[in-house]
């Protein structure tokens, strides 16, 4: 026999040996440089828009990176003097930090309230009251929904503090000092206080902790069981010691090529080395299996020269094939599958290297004694193969249909397959961050964002009141959506100070009415969150209550239905000297729709009552009253002359001629230049300049009185369909507050028409849209990749058997094994989610592994014996053995992953396990039978007998 590629590596033997030792010393200083990134948006492409447009947020405004302290009381409540002295000293403890754009907490959340001559907005507590002021502070915060569940539980039992990071700095970095300093303030309250910590940076932060976490466990403990095996297979410590040598070095290589291409480490990477040592290792297995069976009528060096150019053909075309299942996630959307299947088939790759320079080098360096090279792969657990080789081959048709039986029937299993993308869900349900996610989920309105935003691209200013009108109406079909709330803005504060001075809750109807509520908002910390330095970007914030993937695609998908029907371009109509026919077909046709969709939200959600829009609708046009109704005319009379006798009013009408003023106003208030020739008379000269203000103030007496009138009647309807109106404060705070709208100067009427125009495009970001783009890029990287390693894998088999046929008889039975180890999924109540959606792949490299070795024995000995029953039973009796070690080992390395911190690895270890010792059977149970039913065919036989090396 010639030999070429074995006699070089044994006459370079100690090279080879220097060479890789070179080479590990380089690995381990590279692995000094190794860093970890598990934030979610690093999983999406760098150029992915919604990735790009949540990052893009986070730097402007700080609020997608928000790390949530919870504060429990272990005293009763939070409103304790000791507890608001904690969270005082922690909120501004946290600010010094670098990195930390604001906090916002219970002590400075922004409090709006109607005080003697106007409005306050300041601090909610500027300083910690005595207790019966504790006791009053109680009763006010949990009667404001804009503070119950946002800042305070409703039990009042917790409080949360806001940390936006800035955005500039390694959040996961920042979110570590957060936390150390968090607790190092509340060690001095430890008595009165128990802190939580929760948000998506602190999550990438424990995502961390618990990948070093599992490396530092698992990673002995698969070369311990590995050691077992392979020992219990061989029963020599040097070819334990050579294998496993070999397979450390791979992973060494593997993980130092992360820094080198700057790839970061992620929660997934632990089970990269036992991938690549479990699997790694069986390169090693069929090399020593050849090589001992040349050893021992050889001399060693001659049996590893021969043995290794007998053996390197299917360990090549393993190797190849392996890596073509891994380097299949090369198409793959999501970096953090991308980089685990380039860089495992990197590992993959150093493993086949070294199994055929390093161990064969290291084995010719040191030779075994030919004493234990006779009792190596005689174990006498093996001759067990042969005997159910015989069995199998008795009845070849009845394990073909069992085979496919299984696999039809897991088909019907598929669908029912969930999936999970959102790693917060992967850790322990005991561990910290499931414990504050629990909290945050029961207690408050959770931590994840959900966010809403606005850039005026145009360079138009964002205090635009059409523009805040339709934001706000955004906010109230947004907080109807199930497990979103808590959404806040710059327009829902300034309803709030409109409603504290007027008794609206409405955004103001003017840009002037806006502008001047904003300037109290001015300087108070949560505007930094709500609004941009340059005033040019706005956003709303919300917080979705769980994390489940499901959930967050539902409402990803119904946020994105409510801004499709709200973003376009609107008219600014000026009802100012609209006649009242032009004004009622305006509200028909334009205004009430869109206020009877708003009324019917608010109404579902406050009483879960379902009240149709059509109702409300015929409800408005029945009770819109116009201006020449008798008993309106007779209200605004008496309007008008209490106005002009108040010291309030602009001119001073003459007492006797009050009542004869009043009539003539109203009856020319539509027109500036008839209203002032027809009350000029009742004016002092010296006041004719003013009556343009007074005309300015008695309209907007009427447009109140209207305003008032229409509330007064459509809160009377709606009373008698929702009784609930009058026990819910909120309910008819803002449904009152719509309804003053109806009669606003200016009307918000969707479309082109003559006016002003304004566009509105609200983006959705946060982490719905996040989680959805995962979850898509993850089930389109799942069907990519396997298409593709597929495909490669069966032109590699066709290749190297050179027959088609042959291709499809190795691929057959690992399609039988996808298909029923991802049966296992529903049956096991298990997701797909990153670490699930990898079995394919190695059940890929796995699984063809088992059938090059299997296909490529059957040709050896189909050419020697020219009997298909004999081969097959010698398959059975020789690489059958490799198979079933190989399957046991890595099966077993696998299990290893049992002993991980994080569910999803641990479910991940199980299955893979199941799958791999199932596709060692399926290959020896499908294949032998398939080929005793056409094996006689003269076609299978050419395509056994040609192709590769005798």
């Known amino acids: 026999m010639k030999v070429v590629y074995g006699d070089k590596v044994v006459k370079h033997r100690k090279f080879i040996i220097l060479l890789t030792s070179l080479f590990l010393l380089a690995g381990g200083y590279m692995l000094t440089r190794i860093y970890m990134d598990n934030r979610i948006e690093s999983f999406l492409p760098k150029k992915d828009p919604i990735a790009g447009l949540f990052i893009h947020v986070s730097k402007e405004f700080g609020t997608s990176k928000m790390d949530m302290i919870v504060v429990e009381s272990l005293k009763g409540d939070v409103f304790q003097k000791d507890v608001l002295e904690c969270v005082r000293e922690i909120s501004s403890s946290l600010k010094k930090i670098q990195g930390v754009r604001n906090v916002i907490s219970i002590i400075n959340m922004t409090d709006i309230k109607k005080i003697e ?242 161990f064969p080098a290291l084995l010719s360096t040191f030779p075994l004694s030919r004493k234990s090279l006779v009792t190596v792969g005689e174990r006498r657990e093996f001759r067990l193969l042969l005997k159910a080789g015989e069995f199998i081959l008795q009845k070849p048709l009845f394990f073909i249909f069992f085979w496919l039986f299984l696999a039809v029937g897991s088909l019907f299993l598929l669908p029912r397959i969930s999936r999970e993308v959102n790693f917060t869900t992967f850790f322990p349900e005991n561990s910290a961050p499931r414990i504050a996610s629990r909290i945050m989920e029961e207690h408050f309105d959770g931590a994840m964002p959900v966010l809403i935003y606005y850039s005026s691209d145009d360079g138009g200013t964002i205090k635009n009141s059409a523009l805040l009108k339709k934001l706000f109406d955004v906010e109230i079909f947004l907080d109807e959506i199930e497990d979103v709330s808590s959404f806040q803005s710059v327009a829902d504060l300034l309803a709030e100070m409109n409603y504290q001075l007027y008794g609206r809750f409405k955004v103001p109807d003017t840009d002037e009415g806006v502008a001047n509520l904003w300037l109290m908002l001015e300087g108070q910390d949560i ?279 042959l291709g499809v008889i190795g691929i057959l039975p690992i399609l039988l094994t996808i298909a029923i180890s991802y049966a296992l999924l529903p049956i096991t109540s298990s997701p797909l989610d990153y670490m699930t959606m990898l079995m394919g792949s190695i059940a890929i490299g796995a699984g063809i592994d088992y059938s090059i070795h299997l296909l490529h024995r059957l040709r050896e000995a189909f050419r020697e014996t020219g009997d298909i029953r004999k081969s097959i039973l010698d398959v059975f009796r020789t690489a059958g053995r490799a198979i079933l070690a190989n399957a046991i080992s890595v099966g077993g390395g696998f299990l290893v992953l049992l002993l991980s911190s994080l569910k999803p690895l641990k479910v991940f270890g199980m299955l893979t396990s199941a799958m791999l010792l199932l596709s060692a059977a399926v290959v020896l149970g499908f294949i032998g039978p398939l080929l005793m039913i056409v094996g006689a065919s003269p076609f299978i036989q050419k395509s056994l007998r040609k192709g590769g090396a005798r």
């Open 527 to 805: 505007m930094e969150q709500l609004v941009s330095g340059d005033e040019k970007k706005l956003l709303a914030m919300g917080r979705v209550r769980e994390i489940d993937t499901a959930l967050m695609k539902k409402i990803d998908v119904r946020i994105e239905k409510i801004l499709r029907n709200i973003n376009g371009t609107y008219t600014i109509i000026d009802t100012e000297n609209m006649t009242d026919e032009e004004k009622i077909t305006l509200m028909k046709k334009h205004v009430f729709p869109e206020k009877a969709e708003l009324l019917s939200t608010l109404i579902l959600k406050y009483t879960n009552r379902k009240i149709s829009e059509e109702k409300i609708v015929s409800s408005l046009n029945s009770l819109f009253s116009p201006p020449d109704d008798s008993f309106l005319k007779a209200k605004l009379t008496s309007q008008i002359e209490k106005y002009l006798r108040s010291d309030e009013s602009v001119v001073l009408i003459d007492e006797s001629k009050v009542s004869e003023f009043a009539k003539k106003a109203l009856a020319t208030l539509k027109d500036r230049k008839t209203f002032a020739e027809a009350v000029k008379e009742y004016v002092p000269p010296k006041d004719f300049d003013l009556i343009e203000d007074l005309f300015v103030e008695l309209r907007d007496i009427e447009r109140f009185l209207l305003q008032e009138m229409t509330v007064k009647k459509i809160t009377e309807l709606l009373r008698s369909s929702v009784p609930e109106i009058d026990k819910i404060p909120e309910l008819k705070k803002k449904v009152t507050g719509i309804l003053y709208g109806l009669t606003d100067r200016f009307q918000i009427v969707k479309g082109n028409y003559s006016g002003e125009k304004i566009t509105v495009n609200f983006i959705q970001t946060g982490m719905p849209p996040l989680v959805n783009q995962l979850d898509k890029f993850m089930v389109r990287s799942f069907w990519t990749s396997m298409a593709l390693s597929f495909f490669v894998v069966f032109f590699l088999i066709s290749a190297e058997f050179r027959s088609p046929v």
């Open 117 to 358: 001559g106007g409005v306050e907005v300041a601090e909610l507590i500027k300083d910690i009251p005595d207790e019966e002021g504790l006791r009053k502070l109680r009763e006010y915060v949990l009667s404001k929904e804009m503070f119950r569940k946002s800042i305070v539980s409703e039990d009042g039992k917790f409080t949360a503090i806001s940390v936006f990071l800035s955005g500039q700095h390694d959040e996961i970095a920042v979110s570590e000092r957060v936390i150390k300093e968090s607790q190092r303030v509340a060690e001095k309250w430890k008595d009165s206080v128990k802190l939580y910590f929760g948000g998506m940076p602190v999550s990438a932060l424990y995502g961390n902790m618990f990948a070093v976490k599992d490396l530092q466990t698992l990673l002995p403990v698969v070369i311990i069981f590995i050691l077992i095996v392979l020992f219990v297979t061989f029963r020599s410590v040097k070819v334990v010691l050579f294998i496993l040598g070999s397979m450390f070095v791979g992973s060494v290589l593997m993980f130092a090529l992360l820094p080198v291409f700057n790839v970061p480490m992620t929660m997934i990477s632990p089970i990269m080395p036992v991938v690549i040592i479990a699997m790694g290792s069986a390169y090693g297995i069929h090399v020593f299996n050849r090589i001992s069976l040349y050893a021992r009528e050889r001399d060693f060096q001659q049996a590893c020269s021969e043995g290794l150019d007998s053996i390197l053909p299917p360990v090549a075309m393993a190797a190849f094939t392996t890596l073509a299942g891994f380097a299949s996630f090369v198409v793959a959307r999501l970096t953090i599958i991308k980089h685990f299947g380039i860089f495992t088939a990197g590992g993959i790759f150093w493993c086949f290297i070294l199994s055929v320079t390093f």
